[in-house]
């Protein structure tokens, strides 16, 4: 009698600890639905997955691996990351896909996922040693933004989502602009006068770097623009992300 009512004490237990570990239930979507065209696979992929969030991922067994493998098994184009059901956190499975009916989902896969990877490879590293000059004339270096938090905005003028964003950059700039701990600036690709003159007609707030070619290419090995970039007081990449919506939530996080 003991022994039986010990055993249903321990079977409680242990489901209420898996209860208590595994927050997250079914796949918002089924996988059938998201892979039966790219307009679906498209439509879910905006709405559910951004590979960029401090996610949970899984395994296809459901265990536990880090961001970066994670990425890196999407890398190999054999898996579809499927977002799970919860109400505390963000989970990402990995569903395995035997055969790819259209293959530009999983072309697009794989490319969203090595942009992650890098962005995700860069952060904790220092930021690499700089000393330049934005177009008004003030000096900025690595000493000169010790003890700031930077928000860096890498572009160049032929990028039309760099330039499609910089309204709610702007707002942004604004929503900050009293913190004397946040520093805003860019650094573009562009020569310095071709950018004065794109700037007398297009509204900018972030200072800006201008002939920053040989930099974001050899020194930071941006291939991805817009390209944003959160240091912390220490000088550390701790965020890197594609988008405005990204950047808004991840400063969030990190002032």
Request: proline share 3%; aromatic share 14%; with cysteine.
């Amino acid at each position: 009698m003991h022994m039986r009512l010990f055993f249903i004490i321990y079977i409680i237990f242990i489901s209420f600890s898996s209860a208590q570990t595994n927050d997250y239930g079914k796949p918002v979507k089924d996988p059938s639905i998201i892979l039966k065209s790219f307009q679906n696979f498209w439509q879910y992929q905006n709405t559910y997955i951004k590979l960029s969030d401090d996610f949970i991922g899984l395994d296809t067994s459901s265990n536990s691996i880090d961001k970066g493998e994670f990425l890196r098994q999407l890398i190999t184009g054999n898996y579809l990351p499927l977002r799970l059901q919860s109400k505390t956190s963000i989970y990402y499975k990995l569903s395995e896909v035997d055969y790819w009916d259209v293959k530009d989902i999983r072309n697009t896969t794989v490319n969203l996922a090595k942009i992650e990877l890098w962005n995700y490879t860069m952060e904790n590293n220092l930021f690499p040693k700089f000393n330049a000059q934005d177009l008004n004339g003030n000096n900025y270096s690595n000493e000169s933004l010790k003890d700031k938090t930077v928000v860096l905005k890498l572009w160049f003028i032929g990028c039309q989502q760099c330039i499609k964003e910089m309204p709610s950059l702007n707002k942004l700039f604004d929503t900050y602009k009293n913190r004397k701990d946040l520093v805003f600036l860019s650094m573009a690709l562009d020569e310095d006068d071709a950018l004065r003159k794109f700037l007398k007609k297009r509204k900018f707030d972030f200072p800006v770097i201008g002939n920053q070619n040989d930099f974001l290419k050899n020194k930071l090995r941006t291939y991805m623009y817009p390209t944003h970039i959160i240091i912390n007081k220490e000088g550390k990449i701790v965020k890197v992300v594609n988008s405005y919506e990204e950047l808004e939530k991840a400063l969030k996080k990190n002032i």
